[in-house]
């Protein structure tokens, strides 16, 4: 288990007056103009203290860009001389980790995918058995709380202690209008667990777009996050990967210029706990969805087979007992029963209409 007096406070390896700490660069290091350009806009914002770029990139599909690879450490380490900001790159196997320790990168980060594969992280860690370096651990692409949790105890049995999580949404099922949908309540409960642990927020591939970032940094934020990582290219729309979330530094300055810093680190604040209750809400009423849109498939169902054998739709001895019994069940919950009727006679009436199309077909 990961001690809490053993993770390094974030002050004593990055040094930031306040928050936000801002992570930033490329989604990929296409080419070196690309990278120094973008890297020499970022290190006039104050906020922004480290770089980002990937040069080995996980891809959905093959054949689209793989990465630049090894000349893009080259780049990396050009930008550290010549910008003084931090380097940071993604690492997905052991070689990745001997090479971004090689030309000297000094913060790695281990992506979605990687976490979510333990054998992955197995090997990863191993390769980072003893170094000094700081590793941030993105949450694994599943709303899975221990698959994190579990990938940080992996780097921490490898002898790291400077540590980070970076928040950068979940896949879900339904439909939504994020990349990847933030589910707070994931790293709300990861930071009351491990109170020492930073945590960063990644609007970029929680939002997928451009239009939401500043939306999602301002929530990181009320939630006190530490910092955040965002992905800036000076060419967005022509970026070789994540073309559609990339903003420009430009961009990316008024961003967080326009950001409200609430609050210092404390207690768990009010803003927090509304969160946790309101995706509880949004579990539920998810859930209600998806039980009433099953409830009318079995009144489809049932339709079907009056009409096949020739019965009238309203049974009115069926109905009575359904009301009866489902006021005593509601009421007995503590439900108001005017509440309750008004509910079962919009679901009974919902039900009458789609079996009387489905007669009348
Ligand atoms: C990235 O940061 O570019 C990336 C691939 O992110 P993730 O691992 O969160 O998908
Ligand atoms: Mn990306």
Redesign the pocket.
């Known amino acids: 288990m990961i001690s809490q007096h053993n993770i390094q406070a974030l002050a004593s390896w990055l040094p930031a007056e306040r928050r936000p700490i801002v992570i930033s660069g490329p ?1 990929s290091a296409e080419t070196e103009e690309q990278v120094m350009q973008t890297a020499r806009l970022l290190s006039d914002i104050p906020q922004v203290k480290i770089f980002r770029a ?1 040069v080995w990139k ?1 891809r959905t599909r093959p054949d689209s860009f793989e990465g630049v690879g090894e000349k893009g450490l080259r780049w990396l380490q050009r930008v550290r001389a010549e910008t003084g900001l931090l380097t940071t790159v ?1 690492v997905a196997t052991p070689q990745h980790v001997e090479l971004a320790l090689k030309y000297g990168i000094d913060i790695l980060w281990i ?3 990687t976490v979510s594969n333990p054998f992955s992280v197995q090997e990863v860690a191993a390769a980072m058995q003893g170094i000094a370096n700081p590793v941030m651990v ?1 949450n694994p692409v599943s709303p899975d709380l221990n698959l994190w949790i579990g990938a940080l105890e992996r780097i921490y049995k490898a002898g790291v202690q400077k540590m980070a999580a970076i928040h ?1 949404g979940f896949y879900f099922f339904t439909k939504s209008p994020y990349r990847n949908a933030p589910m707070w309540e994931v790293p709300i409960e990861l930071m009351r667990r491990f109170p020492n642990l930073p945590v960063f927020t ?1 609007p970029s ?1 929680i939002c997928g777009n451009r239009h939401m970032l500043a939306d999602i940094a301002q929530k990181a934020m009320d939630l006190e996050m530490n910092g955040l990582m965002i992905e800036s290219h000076v060419h967005p729309e022509k970026a070789l990967s ?1 073309a559609q979330q990339q903003i420009t530094p430009q961009t990316l300055r008024k961003l967080i210029s326009g950001l409200m810093i609430r609050k210092e680190k404390g207690e768990e604040t009010f803003e927090s706990k509304l969160e946790l209750l309101r995706s509880e809400i949004d579990k539920i009423d998810a859930e209600l969805l998806e039980i009433l849109a099953r409830r009318l498939d079995i009144v489809s169902e049932i339709g079907k087979y009056k009409k096949e054998n020739n019965i009238t739709i309203l049974q009115i001895k069926r109905w009575r007992n359904i009301i009866k019994e489902r006021l005593a069940d509601g009421t007995g919950r503590g439900m108001d029963e005017t509440f309750l009727r008004h509910i079962l006679e919009l679901v009974h009436s919902e039900s009458i209409r789609i079996q009387n199309e489905i007669m009348n077909r």
């Open positions: 989604c990937g996980p993604e992506g979605a995918r993105k950068r990644d591939h994540d």
